[in-house]
Structure formats: C-alpha cells, structure tokens
C-alpha cells in the first residue's frame, strides 16, 4: 500500500504538466508530500508570487487608468452641462456676495446722505426764522413824508402854488432842505415824470445865475456842470437869472431838454429836494 501510494505520488510528479493545472492540485501535492519533496517546496511560492506581482500590475494600470480617465474627465469636461451648471452655481455664489456687500455700501451712503439733508433742512429753517439780512436794503428805500417822493436816498416835493424863486427856496429849507440839485439823466426824468402836465407848466429848481452872468450854480455853491437845457436855453432874453424846466400838453418834449431861464420875481411853483432819512 505504501508503495502504491508512493508511486501514485510518483506518477503525479512524474507528470509536471498536472502539477501546474491549479493552485489547488499543487497545494494538495505539496501537502501530501511532506518534506519529503524537497524539489517542488520553492516552486508555488514563485507562481504565488508571479501571481501576486501580475494582479497587482493590473491592478496598478487600472488604478492609473482610472486616475488618468478621471483627470481628463474634470479637465476636457467643463464646457459640458453638469460642469457648466457648477460654474454658474460658482459665479452666482460670488455674484450674491457682491451685491451683498453693494448693498450694504449703498446703505451706509443713504443713511450719511439723509444725515446731511436733515442739516440743511436745520439750516434752511434757522435762515428762514431770521430775515435780518433782508433789511440790509430797505434804509435806501427810506420813508419819505406824505408829498414827498423818493429817489435815490433823496425825497422830492412838487409845490401846487406859486412863489418867488428865492421864496421858493426858502420855503424848501424851512422844510429841511433846497430847491432840487439835478445832477444825473436819470434824476431829471424821475422829477420830470412826477409834474403835471399843462400849457406852460413851469417848475423852479434850485440853479441860477444872478452873481455872475451866464455862470450857473447850484443852490449849495456848487456850479452847473452840462444841465438839461432846452436848445437854444439859457439866453437870457428878459434879464432871466433862475431856471426852471417845463412839462407842456406837447408829448413830444423830453424831460432832458426841458430847462429855461426866466426872471427869478416870477411866482413859480417849484420842486424842493431834501435828503431821505433812514430808518
Ligand atoms: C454675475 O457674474 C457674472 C459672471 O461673473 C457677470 O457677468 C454678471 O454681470 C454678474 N452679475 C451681477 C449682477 O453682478
Ligand atoms: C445817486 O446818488 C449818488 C450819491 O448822491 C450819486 O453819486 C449818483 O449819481 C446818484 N445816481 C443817480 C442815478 O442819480
Ligand atoms: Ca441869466
């Protein structure tokens, strides 16, 4: 029996084509033969390991393979849709953060902005509860007494009777100040316009010439620069000293050539001018 079996043992390892049909076949050979086959112990080991090495090598190239595909697959793949969704889910992320962060901005600039309105509104209301620099103007447009009119800081009185030129004069400084001292167009006009008109409507005012002939002054002792003669005025035609200026029914007259001389006796009504007193 012992021998059979030995030489069954011996056939099976006689046949080294058998040996390597299955791990299993091997093991059992190597089992069963004990340390008596000496030759065959190192043999599995190197298969196993070949084994071993050759399904780790696949392993590793799937591995890489899978890697490799994997890498490609994120890199060429992000123009396609669940790449494309992620980038905008991304951008839209970034994009709320932003206009967060405006909004905010725009928040602190509202509330500073309405800070300063609030300022302005105060400063608006204090101006207008004090209208004290309003009065800055008013003294030049300073009361005249009733019959008096005023012009440019002076007040001026049209007499509605006649006197003498000197009583004319008079009668101006007793009520505080002279026959009119016409110095500018515009002064001229602005009495001219205030007389009545009439046939030969005749008003003194305060020039002569009664020292010196044919040199005119004023009523202070200033002399005539220019004046509003009349073409042709003064001339002295009847020992005529004093002037006047006329406001006729003729439309056509102006007040700037609107001056004559005439004798100082004559009864004229007449045109004081006295300085407006401010209040
Ligand atoms: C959101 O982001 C996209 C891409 O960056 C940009 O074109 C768009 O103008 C942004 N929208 C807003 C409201 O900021
Ligand atoms: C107003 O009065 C001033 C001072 O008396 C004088 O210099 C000025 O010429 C006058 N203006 C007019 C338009 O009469
Ligand atoms: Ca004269």
Not at 34 to 58: D, M, N, W, Y
Not at 151 to 171: A, E, K, L, P, V
Not at 204 to 223: L, R
Request: charged share 25%; net charge negative.
């Amino acid at each position: 029996m012992p021998a059979n079996r030995e030489g069954m043992h011996n056939g099976l390892i006689d046949e080294p084509d058998d040996d390597y049909k299955s791990p299993e076949v091997r093991y059992s050979v190597f089992e069963n033969r004990g340390k008596s086959g000496h030759r065959f112990c190192q043999e599995p080991f190197k298969v196993a390991t070949a084994c071993l090495s050759a399904f780790c090598l696949i392993l590793l190239m799937i591995l890489v393979i899978t890697s490799v595909h994997n890498g490609k697959s994120r890199s060429s793949d992000q123009d396609s849709l669940p790449s494309a969704a992620e980038t905008q889910m991304q951008t839209g992320c970034a994009n709320v953060t932003a206009l967060t962060e405006e909004l905010q901005t725009v928040k602190k600039e509202k509330s500073e902005l309405e800070k300063e309105l609030s300022q302005l509104k105060d400063k608006i209301a204090k101006l207008e509860a004090t209208p004290a620099p309003q009065t800055s103007l008013a003294p030049m447009k300073s009361s005249c007494s009733e019959d008096w009119k005023h012009f440019n800081g002076s007040c001026y009185y049209i007499s509605s009777f006649g006197r003498t030129w000197s009583d004319s004069q008079r009668y101006c400084k007793r009520n505080g100040g002279n026959l009119a001292i016409i110095l500018t167009a515009e002064e001229q006009t602005f009495i001219w316009d205030l007389l009545p008109r009439g046939y030969w409507n005749a008003f003194w005012f305060g020039i002569s010439d009664e020292k010196v002939e044919d040199d005119w002054h004023w009523v202070d002792g200033t002399k005539l620069v220019g004046g509003f003669w009349e073409y042709g005025e003064p001339n002295n035609h009847r020992n005529e000293d004093c002037g006047y200026m006329i406001k006729t029914d003729v439309l056509s007259r102006v007040a700037i050539r609107s001056w004559y001389d005439a004798p100082c006796h004559m009864s004229l009504p007449f045109i004081c001018e006295k300085t407006a007193v401010s209040s």
